[in-house]
């Protein structure tokens, strides 16, 4: 079974970068499909932020390309997220998922949630 | 970006039909897939392209729509399906809708 576990800070000070890593088992991320990110702000808003393809390449929302990251580990079956430069409007809580090529998300992390706070 | 509408909240007796409904601003042809999301838990794809049932997913789950229209249709709704369900369309960029909070009676 596919799973997918996302780990970081739940606090973050702004201006500093967030950072998560989200953990897949059950499926290798080079095998195939995309691996994205996704956050839910307080009043259920939902943005999505990128993903990182089999092969690597990346692919950014245009609202946050100037600060987003997102990079892997295959070695560990891990892919990360970062985010520079970040105010309390980035608090929110951050879902991993794996991205298929229609556009949807079939499995998802249980979320992680982070408040940006000084 | 094309915003997706949805009503924010629902109550339903178990055993009952219900039907959450997401407008789109502009067509965004057959992309639109449906999520359930509960506290705590993994959210769960229930529909993809607008009526196709996601594995796994009971048939009591369904979808329908097309253009700026769609519909997630649960029948009979079971305790186990309070939670929050969202659409989200992926013709135009990716946007989500609100979220419509379902609770049972």
């Known amino acids: 079974e596919i799973q997918l576990q996302e780990s970081g800070p739940g606090l973050v000070k702004p201006s500093q970068s967030l950072s998560l890593t989200c953990s897949v088992t059950?499926?290798?991320?080079?095998?195939?499909?995309?691996w994205s990110w996704i956050r839910k702000f307080p009043g259920n808003k939902m943005e999505w932020m990128g993903y990182i393809s089999y092969s690597g390449s990346t692919n950014y929302n245009p609202s946050l390309k100037s600060r987003i990251s997102i990079t892997r580990d295959t070695s560990k079956n891990q892919f990360f997220l970062q985010l520079n430069s970040v105010t309390t409007e980035d608090t929110a809580t951050y879902y991993c998922?794996?991205?298929?090529?229609?556009?949807?998300?079939?499995?998802w992390g249980q979320g992680v949630m982070v408040t940006v706070s000084s | 970006d094309t915003v997706l509408t949805q009503s924010p909240a629902l109550a339903v007796s178990p055993g009952e039909r219900v039907t959450i409904s997401c407008k789109a601003s502009?067509?965004?042809?057959?992309?639109m897939h449906w999520y359930q999301q509960k506290p705590g838990q993994q959210s769960k794809l229930l529909i993809y392209k607008a009526s196709n049932l996601a594995s796994g997913v009971p048939a009591r789950f369904s979808g329908s729509g097309s253009g700026t229209d769609f519909t997630l249709t649960i029948d009979p709704v079971e305790a186990d399906d309070t939670a929050t369900y969202f659409c989200?369309?992926?013709?135009?960029?990716?946007?989500f809708g609100g979220g419509t909070k379902l609770e049972l009676k």
């Open positions: 998922a794996r991205y298929t090529y229609y556009g949807y998300e079939d499995y």
């Open positions: 502009e067509s965004v042809s057959t992309r």
């Open positions: 989200q369309q992926s013709w135009n960029g990716r946007t």
């Open positions: 059950g499926y290798t991320i080079t095998s195939g499909y995309d």
